[in-house]
């Protein structure tokens, strides 16, 4: 069997080595699928991917022995999942790999924001000690809203609690028990934004969520209100978050997403027409890490040692399924 990864790191790539070699012949690719020749991988069996690669149709028809696709994320929105339905070929993901993982992350963006810690650390690289205009908020009896009450987003109440905060979350799908033991109150979506002092994103990206935060509903959050976004980058709209950080209307967002970010890792020469929409995106993007009440994180809220461990022994679980179906 021939089992082909994509955006793989020198470390994973021994690891699946080591479980997967004896028996099948791996590829291994450090890009993203769509930045791969065909020719390169159309003979796989196992196609694994991470986030910037894109599974199209064109690509799965192009492995005539496809029969997995497996992502090591929790997202599959990059991936064409009805194409590979009807083709009968299995998608699976990582489901449960990084709950605490991202919400410690969400945490760390939020601290960022609300003690300018990352402002104060730039400062002091330049020598300067002075504590003018670093002057926080503590998140005690503040209110923070958390959008999307899936796994990451209750890891988010339960740690939003211990600060003593006020939680607020929406979400379709509500758990009276669980608001009742963590101590939430579950908000129809405008109120969320109008009673949170912070709003935490936890959504999956779909044509419901695409640009859920855009020049309406910035409108509607309080003024002076915090942005995160650990989510999915689409599910902001760049344009109303620019304008709603340039008239003050919020006081900062902390970003490990962004909109169109598989843009930013490409090689930017390859976009120069100031009209592709794909310029439009890294010069939006450019702008929102030039502000100093931003902090932009690259798609790292997952990245921890043991978030990793748990990906990659999810990851080899799935392809060893199919293996044994064999």
Same mark, same amino acid.
């Given at each position: 069997?021939?089992?082909s990864?994509?955006?793989?790191?020198?470390?994973q790539?021994?690891?699946?080595?080591?479980?997967?070699?004896?028996k099948h012949?791996?590829?291994?690719?450090?890009?993203?699928?769509?930045n791969?020749?065909?020719k390169y991988?159309?003979?796989?069996d196992?196609?694994?991917?991470f986030?910037?690669?894109?599974?199209?149709?064109?690509?799965?028809?192009s492995c005539?022995?496809?029969?997995?696709?497996?992502?090591?994320?929790t997202?599959i929105d990059?991936?064409?999942?009805?194409?590979?339905?009807? /083709? +009968?070929?299995? =998608?699976?993901?990582?489901? *449960?790999?990084?709950e605490?993982?991202?919400?410690?992350?969400?945490? #760390?963006?939020?601290?960022s924001?609300?003690?300018?810690?990352?402002?104060?650390?730039?400062?002091t690289?330049?020598?300067?000690?002075?504590?003018?205009?670093?002057?926080?908020?503590?998140l005690?009896?503040?209110?923070?809203?958390?959008?999307?009450?899936?796994?990451?987003?209750?890891?988010?109440?339960?740690?939003?609690?211990?600060f003593?905060?006020?939680?607020?979350?929406?979400?379709?799908?509500q758990d009276?028990?669980l608001?009742?033991?963590?101590?939430?109150?579950y908000?129809?979506?405008d109120?969320?934004?109008?009673?949170?002092?912070?709003?935490?994103?936890?959504l999956?990206?779909?044509?419901?969520?695409?640009?859920?935060?855009?020049?309406?509903s910035?409108?509607?959050?309080?003024?002076?209100?915090i942005?995160?976004?650990t989510? /999915? +980058?689409?599910? =902001?709209d760049?344009?109303? *978050?620019?304008?709603?950080?340039?008239?003050?209307?919020?006081?900062? #967002?902390?970003?490990?997403?962004?909109?169109?970010?598989?843009?930013?890792?490409?090689?930017?020469?390859?976009?120069?027409?100031?009209i592709?929409?794909?310029?439009?995106?890294?010069?939006?993007?450019?702008?929102?890490?030039?502000?100093?009440?931003?902090?932009?994180?690259?798609?790292?809220?997952?990245?921890?040692?043991?978030?990793?461990?748990?990906?990659?022994?999810?990851?080899?679980?799935?392809?060893?399924?199919?293996?044994?179906?064999?």
């Amino acid at each position: 069997m021939t089992i082909s990864f994509f955006e793989i790191t020198e470390s994973q790539k021994e690891k699946f080595i080591k479980v997967f070699s004896e028996k099948h012949t791996l590829k291994f690719f450090e890009e993203p699928i769509q930045n791969i020749d065909l020719k390169y991988f159309d003979d796989s069996d196992v196609l694994c991917v991470f986030v910037y690669s894109a599974v199209s149709k064109e690509i799965i028809n192009s492995c005539n022995n496809l029969k997995l696709i497996v992502t090591r994320s929790t997202g599959i929105d990059h991936i064409d999942t009805e194409h590979a339905n009807k /083709r +009968g070929i299995d =998608v699976k993901n990582v489901p *449960l790999y990084g709950e605490n993982t991202v919400a410690e992350h969400t945490f #760390a963006l939020i601290l960022s924001l609300s003690r300018k810690i990352h402002e104060s650390y730039i400062s002091t690289t330049r020598g300067n000690f002075s504590t003018d205009g670093l002057m926080g908020f503590d998140l005690r009896n503040k209110t923070i809203g958390i959008i999307g009450g899936g796994r990451i987003g209750l890891h988010v109440a339960r740690m939003a609690r211990s600060f003593g905060m006020h939680v607020r979350v929406y979400d379709i799908n509500q758990d009276e028990f669980l608001a009742e033991i963590i101590n939430f109150k579950y908000v129809p979506f405008d109120e969320i934004l109008k009673q949170s002092d912070i709003i935490s994103l936890h959504l999956p990206s779909n044509k419901h969520t695409r640009h859920i935060i855009n020049k309406e509903s910035l409108s509607k959050m309080r003024e002076g209100a915090i942005l995160i976004n650990t989510a /999915r +980058g689409d599910l =902001v709209d760049t344009s109303a *978050l620019l304008d709603a950080l340039d008239t003050g209307k919020i006081y900062g #967002a902390g970003l490990d997403v962004l909109e169109g970010e598989s843009f930013m890792i490409e090689e930017e020469n390859k976009f120069n027409s100031p009209i592709s929409e794909a310029a439009k995106v890294i010069e939006k993007n450019k702008k929102l890490t030039q502000k100093p009440n931003v902090v932009i994180t690259p798609h790292n809220a997952f990245n921890s040692k043991e978030a990793i461990d748990r990906i990659i022994a999810k990851t080899i679980e799935n392809i060893n399924d199919l293996l044994v179906k064999q």
